[in-house]
């Protein structure tokens, strides 16, 4: 995600849970967040 931060490639991002009946500790939900961040601190730390 820090690879694709730091380009202007990326213009469009879509996350979604395809199970979140199996996600009992959120750990989808934390990963998808922590990706999501990773991507745009890229963006906007400079």
């Known amino acids: 995600m820090e690879v694709l931060g730091a380009?202007?490639?990326v213009s469009a991002v879509d996350m979604m849970e395809v199970a979140p009946?199996?996600?009992t500790?959120?750990?989808t939900?934390?990963?998808a967040a922590y990706l999501l961040v990773t991507l745009l601190?890229?963006?906007f730390a400079e």
Do not use: H, N, P
């Open 7 to 9: 380009t202007d490639a």
């Open 41 to 43: 601190e890229r963006q």
């Open 25 to 27: 500790d959120e750990g």
């Open 21 to 23: 009946r199996y996600d």
């Open 29 to 31: 939900q934390k990963l």
